[in-house]
């Protein structure tokens, strides 16, 4: 630790789904942290719990869908906060209400720009005008200030014509346009952290470039830190300062992102690097990682990862790794959750047998099977 | 907006025709002769004939569908056998009643039915919300001529505080009002003789706008855009008033037209329950007589109305929801 508290401390966070086919266990006790200044990345897979980790963060979780547990710190400010009392989980006395959270937190000092562009705005309010309410709620100015405002940030984001365009309704705009009206929202509310979910899926790739710059920018001139959440390894490797790599609902790996790309520590990592598009390679030489990821109702014992791991042994089925430090890092140690770091986890890995082939095969396609394969 | 109106209104246009030859031909095929009725059941042919000339029937059928449409479009519905009158002045004479009645018991649907439909999502699968749904279950379930059977037992016999039968157009003269001394008078027994024939068709409307105003804001409320408003401090009454309830009027509308029409069927059993001469029981007299220009000026009438509710709820969605005229513009 460098001293200071983190921006933004997020300990031992759990969210779950209570749905009619049994509990979803999206986010499963993730930890990490967001310096001042800092942009920090969340990859994996679709369905990995990344939004759902963004949105609890906020608090805006609704049915059926709760917190369950785990810490949300922001600046001294206990967004989350649960406590065991008496066998029971509670929240804590210092966990700010929900009006607090409203009016302090959301906009105005952690701003998310959500993944869906297609559904996030309200089809019957112009973008101009749904962009000047949440400036006029957040910066607390006048209606024409935040008017003018709401043009800037339009035309910063690269809309052009930003006047005329004010008055239009979201079905006039394409995808690309209204994920760049999502960014402005974020951006005009001046917060200190940005989570974006994904902002760039549906850009193609210049335009994609020119929100990355503009991100970039912007980080460096006010200051702004970001979780940025991806499946996209090339994005983490163009803007990020450090990466969570989630798997159903954990995180498996945490470093910096040089020691993530260089020093990988976790097979799923690997696994993300190895499939990602190199300029060196052709399509066919693209690795996809095999199989797909299981469902969060009832995840695979041991190491979550094992069906699909190319180096899971017996011991990866029975024990369940957490996310520990396995090396050094800059400011903060590099962490993974692997029994093949046998020096801190002591499992017994290399003693352990490699799970062959067609019994992994099988597990994967028992867990993957509809109906959760009790039918094989 | 406005080159939109101008189009839904001339779309009407065939429509109107439409209704006015499926009324006609109807008409032509119930059977029975208005001769026979004016005549006697063992007519003399010369009568016969010679009354069969005044109004034309001996003519083709096709002459006499031209001279229809011809007389429509000027304005001329033709002439009651049964009252001796235009069927345009029976109409006119008529029309205000049931009108009135369809406005209240509307009015007094949608200003309960909306808030309730509201708080009820609000408070989802809390009392209140189990309270106004039961009601609103009760209210769909129940038939309008046995509330309003009801209602006239406790009170009009029973407590004796309303009156049972007749409207009173709040405009009337004080003059040619019964016990009234002053335009007040007027006023105070024109509600009081429209509160029982209001709540019996208005229950209907009431708990079926209830029903879709609830369902439909829990759809608006779970929409993505609302969770964006939240995710930036909108306070949540103001996300209820302004960011969900526009978008959740939609289905809301297209109930509330469809409701209109069901709601003319509901006049006639209510001014039958009531005993108010308004279009409904007109258009009784005319069936149960055989006044057949009567017939079709009233039906054409309530095809007119059920038109215009359905421009009604187009314009309201077109109002409420900028995709609609969308096409036009680009
Ligand atoms: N409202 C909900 N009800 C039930 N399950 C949900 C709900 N929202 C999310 N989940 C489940 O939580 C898990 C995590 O979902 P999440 O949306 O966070 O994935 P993600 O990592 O963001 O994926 P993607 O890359 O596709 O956006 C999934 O298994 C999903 O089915
Ligand atoms: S613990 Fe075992 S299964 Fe899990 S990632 Fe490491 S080697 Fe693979
Ligand atoms: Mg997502």
């Known amino acids: 630790m460098n001293g200071t508290d983190p921006l933004l401390e997020v300990r031992d966070l759990k969210t779950q789904f209570f749905t009619a086919e049994g509990t979803v266990r999206a986010v499963d006790g993730i930890s990490f942290t967001v310096e001042e200044g800092e942009i920090v990345g969340i990859v994996g897979e679709s369905g990995a719990g990344k939004s759902v980790a963004a949105s609890s963060i906020l608090r805006l979780i609704e049915n059926p869908g709760e917190i369950v547990g785990g810490e949300v710190r922001y600046r001294g400010e206990t967004l989350v906060g649960f406590e065991q009392r008496d066998g029971e989980l509670r929240e804590r006395d210092d966990m700010l209400s929900n009006e607090a959270v409203r009016k302090r937190i959301r906009g105005r000092e952690i701003a998310i720009i959500f993944q869906d562009p297609m559904e996030s705005l309200n089809p019957v309010f112009t973008v101009g005008g749904q962009l000047r309410e949440f400036i006029e709620i957040n910066r607390d100015l006048p209606e024409s200030e935040a008017r003018e405002e709401a043009v800037d940030m339009l035309r910063e984001v690269g809309i052009p014509e930003p006047v005329k365009r004010f008055d239009d309704y979201p079905h006039q705009f394409s995808g690309g346009m209204r994920q760049r009206v999502l960014i402005a929202m974020a951006l005009a509310c001046e917060p200190s952290l940005i989570i974006a979910d994904e902002p760039t899926t549906a850009l193609d790739v210049t335009v994609e470039g020119q929100i990355l710059d503009l991100v970039e920018d912007l980080q460096q001139k006010y200051g702004t830190s970001f979780i940025w959440v991806t499946h996209d390894m090339g994005v983490v490797a163009e803007i990020c300062d450090r990466v969570n790599v989630m798997y159903l609902g954990e995180i498996v790996e945490q470093a910096s992102v040089d020691d993530l790309f260089h020093e990988t520590k976790h097979p799923y990592t690997a696994a993300l690097l190895d499939s990602m598009p190199r300029p060196d390679e052709t399509v066919e030489e693209l690795n996809p990682i095999e199989g797909v990821m299981p469902e969060a109702i009832n995840p695979p014992s041991g190491c979550r990862f094992h069906p699909r791991c190319p180096d899971a042994r017996e011991v990866c089925v029975n024990v369940h790794p957490e996310n520990r430090a396995v090396a050094e890092g800059e400011i903060h140690p590099h962490r993974a959750a692997c029994l093949q770091h046998e020096e801190v986890f002591r499992a017994g890995y290399w003693g352990s047998q490699p799970l062959d082939d067609a019994e992994r095969a099988q597990r994967h396609r028992e867990l993957t099977a509809d109906g959760g394969g009790a039918d094989e | ?330």
Do not use: C
């Open chain 2, 1 to 330: 907006m406005l080159r939109y109106t101008v189009r839904r209104l001339l779309q009407a246009i065939p429509v109107l025709l439409g209704i006015v030859t499926i009324t006609f031909l109807l008409t032509d095929a119930i059977p029975g002769d208005p001769v026979s009725i004016m005549l006697g059941p063992s007519p003399n042919a010369e009568q016969a004939a010679a009354i069969r000339a005044k109004y034309g029937l001996d003519r083709p059928l096709y002459v006499r569908y031209l001279n229809y449409v011809a007389d429509v479009v000027q304005g001329d519905l033709g002439h009651s056998l049964y009252y001796g009158v235009p069927v345009t002045q029976k109409i006119a004479e008529r029309m205000p009643v049931t009108l009135l009645l369809l406005v209240s018991s509307f009015t007094f649907a949608i200003l309960t039915a909306v808030p309730l439909g509201v708080i009820s999502a609000k408070r989802r699968n809390q009392p209140t919300d189990h309270v106004s749904r039961v009601v609103a279950l009760i209210g769909v379930s129940t038939p309008s001529f046995w509330i309003g059977l009801l209602l006239i037992i406790v009170f009009s016999f029973h407590l004796n505080l309303l009156p049972a039968t007749n409207l009173i157009m709040p405009w009337a003269d004080p003059v040619n009002v019964d016990g009234a001394g002053s335009r007040l008078d007027v006023l105070v027994m024109a509600g009081e003789h429209l509160l029982m024939p209001t709540i019996t068709l208005g229950t209907l409307q009431m708990a079926a706008i209830t029903r879709i105003e609830r369902s439909a804001m829990l759809e608006v409320l779970s929409e993505e855009y609302v969770k964006l408003a939240r995710a930036y401090g909108v306070p949540e009454g103001t996300i209820l008033r302004k960011h969900a309830f526009r978008n959740a009027q939609l289905p809301v509308i297209t109930v509330v037209g469809l409701q209109l029409t069901a709601a003319l069927g509901g006049a006639v059993l209510t001014e039958t329950v009531f005993s108010i001469n308004g279009m409904g029981r007109l258009i009784i007299t005319a069936i149960n007589n055989q006044d057949y220009e009567l017939v079709m000026g009233t039906t054409l009438f309530f095809g007119l109305t059920f038109v215009i509710g359905v421009i009604l709820t187009d314009l309201s969605y077109a109002y409420i929801d900028p995709r609609v005229t969308y096409g036009e513009r680009e």
